[in-house]
């Protein structure tokens, strides 16, 4: 399949799907941070991750629209109190959703897994009733339209170098706030031990409900980036949500390094092979990939290696 | 202690009473249309059974089930698809002789993995076989590794993304996203008429009393013990000299064949099948059958899977829009409210009060206390 | 199997046996030996690897290197099950049985017939299942409770119940975890009654810290200390050895 292509056009193929990856990689990273805090510190499978996402993109898409219709000198900047909106909202409604259903379904994992399912079903319908059915795109200001051109042959758009900015800013915020803070502490410590942490003094309810919050509020920040590359309608949540559960199992659930590592091989894996086939022949492959390994190592990527 | 090894007499009733609304009620008073919508719902009650065994009892949740219901439709579809694509019947076609969709997409010769397809035998040991086989290596896979719970259930929500995928992707093969259509006969004996209809009907209710009876089985025998042991002390069954993973594998393939032959009975009642029945979301749905009947509860599943669809059918009828939020929160309802489901409800508030009714009238009656086995069991919590 | 001079064959021999977390060994180069029909206590303080060395013997944890021989078979390369049914029984620390089922059905399951998957389909309770589940229940107590669900049991009788579940199993090793924790006055005197009358004819490894009841059933004690064998021997000898005061009365 190689034939046809010189070495050179070959490179600039590689580095310019490379990149097309990274866009999707920091998709995947954002969206997986969420559910690997939820996933891995809670054991809680958040089956309405998407749709929190989806909720982030929808404010994203509503900020726009006001910026627009009232604020037109603004415009420009809209996105970043977009972002913060969006974050709020997700982690508002994260913390209800938490206050209501998750806190009864601690014990039981696969339950909440169900639960889940069922508020993202509501959640989606919820968003036809008020959005409609049909995907809306959001606007982007003049400065992120455009690209950079690096060489002759390769050049990347300017809201993909953006929305990777944007990427690692955030990893690098969320581990700080998980290694570093106190409250970080207190949400590693409540993990380990539960009882124990509660016996210290630590409220293992708040810190159960803020960091679902916490999660959550990142999925609506990743909601946010998605607007820049694809539009939204009220089940695109849906359509990430095995790739990303897949990113973090993957990835070892408890280690943010492992998340990226995996969200960064899944993603370049699949964009590099969508040169060469149909998109969904290279989806097909990536899984059976990921499915494959993981049957061989389940403990995922990362791992260490405790006596239980 | 029961000796009796399929069934205790208060489950005997239950089959009864189900028999009875199967074979007489529902026949009596529905027209040939609504008939046939049953028997589409009790094709995935199949599905349901086999999540009992696999899910209420050995505590492993499939989200995957779709796979194996759409394995074991599209083995029976293939077959009815060469049968209806004779020659005659496609003489139009450049190639004739082959299922339209494949001409459609330029193929000129029968897939060599079609060709066995023409015999009914082969077909009948594939719709078993080629989901078993399938089960058995993903659940070697995983389960001897000690995969399980939550990683288990995302795994087999992956396997069914990607069949889906696969399967709308490779539309010379498969018919694509509109799957197989316009099956016609099955040994020539045409299956779209309405007599054909009753009769299928009446058949699959006997092969779904024969795979109840087969559940039933292993729920009283020592297996299905070991496997209500296995959900809540893995640890002390395996070192009680148990393989563990073996008996997950048994449980996990149990349901996988009987998804697949429900699947089957779908392909043949329908005279379709496609990729919607197999991915992440009518897979899912499936679970939710099993929760609302309880998922303890061999004939639940059954109730569970024709109330949860006679609600779909007549609420997205009328109220498309309200459906899904009922679907949502049916979901949530169960797990928070009801996790034993009907079965559950049935046990708690039902049973005492018919039991205090007869008690009352023959003071000598059996104590309730003989029945406290573990079908009628515990809540999960 | 013999080691040269020993006249006496060992029923187990620990060799070198070490396992490490991340690098942390839990269990470091231990070597041990238990004969036939011999009592062994494990002792030591909180982390000195007693659970982990249990662990390693039925499989539950694999070494990173070392023996473990039992009859003559390396335990090491088996499955958990394999173990058992060479004749290794483990009671964990916690109770461990299934309380969604009757008395009667945990005893039974443990019953050591019907084993493999095709075997517990075809598993009929007779006779000899019946008396055989009768008779243990007798011994821990339980007898006139076998229809009762599991989890109605108090704490020191579901220890009893998982002691009896190994019982019926009939291992030629019985591993016990802290048989007595957490069990009242009168409980512990009958589970010490218990344990003297099932220890005959079979090798017993105990891990206890109630030294009273370790004065009463030990034949040779062993204490542990950060992975390692800190001292060995009689319950006398042990209690004497300043190595042994120094880990428990100096810190």
Redesign the interface.
Do not use: E, N, T
């Given at each position: 399949m190689f034939g046809e292509y010189s070495i050179g056009d070959l490179g600039s193929i590689f580095v310019m799907q490379g990149f097309a990856g990274l866009i999707l990689f920091s998709v995947y990273v954002l969206m997986a941070l969420g559910l690997a805090i939820i996933?891995g510190q809670m054991?809680v499978?958040n089956m309405a991750h998407g749709e929190f996402m989806i909720l982030g993109a929808y404010v994203t898409w509503m900020t726009s629209n006001l910026f627009q219709s009232y604020l037109p000198s603004l415009f420009s900047g809209y996105f970043f109190l977009a972002m913060m909106l969006a974050f709020l909202a997700s982690g508002a409604l994260g913390m209800l959703v938490e206050w209501v259903?998750i806190r009864?379904?601690y014990?039981?994992?696969?339950?909440t897994?169900?639960?889940t399912?069922?508020?993202?079903?509501?959640?989606?319908?919820?968003y036809?009733?008020v959005f409609g059915a049909r995907e809306v795109g959001v606007e982007l200001p003049q400065w992120m339209l455009g690209s950079l051109k690096v060489t002759d042959s390769i050049e990347v758009p300017i809201n993909g170098v953006f929305v990777m900015a944007l990427t690692v800013l955030i990893t690098c915020a969320v581990a700080y706030v998980m290694y570093k803070s106190r409250w970080g502490r207190q949400v590693r410590a409540v993990v380990q031990n539960r009882i124990m942490a509660g016996a210290v003094g630590i409220n293992t309810a708040k810190v159960d409900r803020y960091t679902y919050a916490l999660g959550c509020g990142i999925a609506g920040v990743a909601g946010s980036a998605f607007t820049m590359i694809g539009s939204t309608g009220p089940t695109s949540g849906?359509l990430y949500i095995?790739d990303t559960?897949?990113v973090v199992?993957f990835g070892g659930a408890a280690s943010l390094l492992g998340t990226i590592a995996s969200a960064f091989s899944i993603s370049q894996t699949q964009s590099t092979l969508e040169f060469f086939m149909?998109g969904?022949?290279a989806?097909?492959l990536t899984?059976?990939a990921?499915?494959g390994i993981?049957?061989l190592r389940?403990q995922g990527l990362f791992a260490?290696?405790?006596?239980k | 202690m029961n000796a009796n090894r399929f069934t205790n007499r208060s489950e005997l009733i239950g089959i009864l009473v189900l028999a009875a609304f199967l074979v007489v009620i529902l026949p009596l008073c529905l027209d040939v249309f609504r008939l046939n919508l049953v028997a589409k719902y009790l094709t995935y009650a199949f599905v349901a059974l086999g999540l009992v065994i696999c899910w209420g009892y050995g505590g492993i949740l499939s989200l995957g089930q779709g796979v194996f219901f759409g394995l074991g439709g599209y083995c029976m579809a293939m077959f009815l698809k060469l049968e209806a694509s004779s020659v005659e019947n496609t003489k139009i076609q450049s190639t004739p002789g082959i299922p339209d969709f494949m001409d459609w997409n330029q193929i000129t010769a029968l897939p060599f993995f079609w060709k066995p397809f023409h015999s009914l035998t082969f077909t009948i040991a594939a719709v078993i076989l080629v989901p078993g086989i399938f089960a058995l290596i993903i659940g070697a896979a995983m389960f001897k590794r000690r995969v399980g719970g939550t990683y288990f259930a995302i795994i087999t929500q992956a396997v069914a993304a990607i069949l889906t995928i696969l399967i709308v992707g490779q539309q010379g093969y498969t018919g694509g996203i509109n799957g197989m259509t316009d099956l016609r006969t099955l040994k020539g004996w045409d299956i779209r008429p309405d007599h054909a209809k009753i009769v299928l009907y009446f058949f699959e209710v006997g092969c779904l009393f024969i795979c109840i009876f087969i559940a039933q089985f292993i729920r009283h025998s020592k297996l299905g013990r070991i496997l209500v042991a296995m959900r809540d002390q893995e640890d002390r069954v395996r070192f009680s000299g148990y393989s563990v993973a073996n008996f997950k594998i048994f449980a996990f393939c149990v349901a996988a064949i009987l998804s697949a032959i429900g699947g089957a009975m779908f392909a043949l009642q329908v005279g379709f099948m496609s990729p919607s029945f197999v991915g992440i979301v009518p897979s899912i749905e499936m679970v939710i059958y099993t929760a609302v009947g309880g998922r303890l509860s061999i004939l639940g599943a059954v109730y569970g899977t024709l109330l949860v669809n006679f609600a779909k059918t007549s609420l997205s009828e009328s109220f498309p829009e309200l459906w899904l939020f009922g679907l949502g929160g049916l979901f949530i309802a169960v797990v928070l409210a009801f996790p034993n489901g009907l079965a559950g409800i049935w046990q708690d508030h039902v049973q005492p009060r018919i039991d205090r009714l007869i008690s009352s009238r023959k003071p000598k009656a059996e104590s309730a206390w003989t029945d406290n086995s573990v079908a009628d069991g515990a809540p999960a919590e | 199997m013999l080691i040269g001079h020993q006249p006496k064959p060992f029923l187990l021999a620990v060799e070198g046996l070490t396992v490490s977390f991340d690098g942390f060994k839990a269990v470091n180069d231990l070597s041990f030996y238990v004969e036939e029909n011999e009592i062994r206590v494990i002792i030591g303080p909180n982390g000195a690897g007693k659970t982990t060395v249990l662990d390693l013997i039925c499989g539950k944890t694999r070494a990173t290197s070392g023996k473990i021989e039992f009859r003559g078979k390396e335990l090491t390369k088996l499955k958990e099950n394999q173990i058992v049914k060479a004749g290794v029984g483990r009671k964990f620390q916690t109770p461990s049985i299934y309380d969604d089922l009757t008395v009667f059905e945990n005893l039974e399951i443990s019953f050591p017939r019907g084993r493999t998957v095709f075997g517990a389909l075809t598993f009929t309770r007779d006779a000899t299942v019946r008396d055989r589940v009768h008779e243990v229940a007798e011994m821990i107590f339980l007898k006139d409770r076998l229809d009762m669900s599991a989890a109605l049991l108090s704490h020191g009788q579901k220890q009893w119940l998982e002691i009896g579940m190994l019982l019926i199993q009939d291992p030629d090793l019985l591993m016990l975890d802290e048989p007595v924790a957490g069990m009242s006055v009168s409980e512990r005197a009958k589970t010490a009654e218990l344990l003297n009358r099932i220890i005959k004819d079979r090798s017993v490894l105990v891990i206890e810290h109630d030294m009273k009841f370790v004065e009463d059933i030990a034949h040779k004690v062993t204490v542990l200390h950060q992975g390692q064998i800190l001292s060995e021997g009689t319950m006398e000898k042990v209690k004497n050895d300043p190595k042994v005061i120094e880990v428990y009365l100096g810190h």
């Open positions: 996933f054991g499978i259903l009864h379904l014990k039981r994992p696969l339950d897994l169900l639960a399912w069922g508020l993202s079903l509501m959640l989606q319908q919820a036809r009733s849906q095995v559960f897949l199992v149909s969904s022949m989806k097909v899984l059976l990921v499915v993981l049957m389940p260490l290696k405790v006596r | - | -």
